[in-house]
Every structure is written in structure tokens, then in C-alpha cells.
């Protein structure tokens, strides 16, 4: 079930209106002291029924108003400040969504790098979060060629478990930290983590 519908139907069974969860997220802006809390009815339509992933204030408000866990509504992974394996699609200290109820490849029907679906993988030692294919039981995570980084591959379930599917990205546009270094593979300590 798509994350927006799921929301949709938990505040229909509280008996919230798009008005009732907008006063609810003013009252939370306010105790809070930050205008970010604020959700407006736009807004929420927009995640319920367009597929608009929310930032994390605004998932903060939905759960706060829904009485959820966060994490019962969207995983969110981050992706290391020195993991640079799909640069620049991905850039250092991005966070991405991640849709937990799609557990399987799918490397076929994409035209471009941005129609290609990105998985996050939970590995020995931390996760990954890219491009996959799979050769039997090989798991193979094919970085972006211009991030001078190798494939790396994972024997699949013993070394390597697909958490679900990257849905959407939250980056910083700008920075130094985000300038391709040549030459340089990435650390091998170095891995993206999923929310807690």
C-alpha cells in the first residue's frame, strides 16, 4: 500500500479533516517555536494523494497528530558524508525515502540514470544505497560511473538483505563536500545508515 493512501486511511479512521490536522500542526508550530511543524492543507493533500514525500518536520506532525511512530509510515536512510558510490545522483549527507514493501530488483524497464530505481541494502558492516542487479545469488551494487567507484557484490541472503526501495531524496545542492574526489573509491567503513 502506497504510504500516502496509508495516511490518508489512518486519518479517516481518527475522524480528522484536512482542516482538523492543519489546526493540529499549528498547535504544535506554536509549542514548539518552529514554523516548520506547520502542515497546510495543500500540503497534506498533496502527500495523501500525489505521492509527495514529506520532509521531516512534517512527517514529525503527522505522527505527533496521528499518534504514530514515525517509522510506521516511512523508513528514511542517510548516505554518509564520504560515500560519494553515486555521485551525483546521490550526494553525500542525502536522506532518502525508502519503501520498505518493495523487497525485490526490478533492473528492467528504465531509459535513463533518473528512471533507474535505487535500492538501500543492509550489508555486513552497514548499507548501501544505489543502483542493484542480481546474477542468481550475487547481489551487485553498480555505483554511478562518475564516481570512480567499483561494483561491489554480496552473496544474497548470507552477506546482504534489501531493505526496500528509494522513493525519494532530500539533498544539499551546494558545498564542498559535495565536489567528486578523482581517483578515490570510497572507504569502505564509510556506508549510507537507516533512520532508527
Known sequence: MLPGLRLRQTRERLGLTYRDVERASYELASRRGRPEF?????????????????????????AAVYRLNPLEMHFYGYIGMSDRRMMPLLRPGSI????????????????????????FV????????GWFHQEGSRLVMQPHPLSHCLPETWRVPEEAEIVGRVTGVVTRLSGPENVPHRGFPAEPGDSSRKAP
Do not use: F
Open 122 to 129: 543492509e550489508v555486513r558492516g552497514g548499507y548501501r544505497c
Open 96 to 119: 532518502v525515502l525508502v519503501d520498505g514493501s518493495v523487497r525485490k530488483i526490478d533492473d528492467g524497464d528504465w531509459m535513463t540514470e533518473h528512471d533507474r530505481p535505487m535500492y
Open 38 to 62: 506547520i502542515l497546510h492543507i495543500s500540503r497534506l493533500a498533496d502527500i495523501e494523494n500525489r505521492g509527495v514525500v514529506p520532509g521531516l518536520h512534517k512527517l514529525y506532525t503527522l
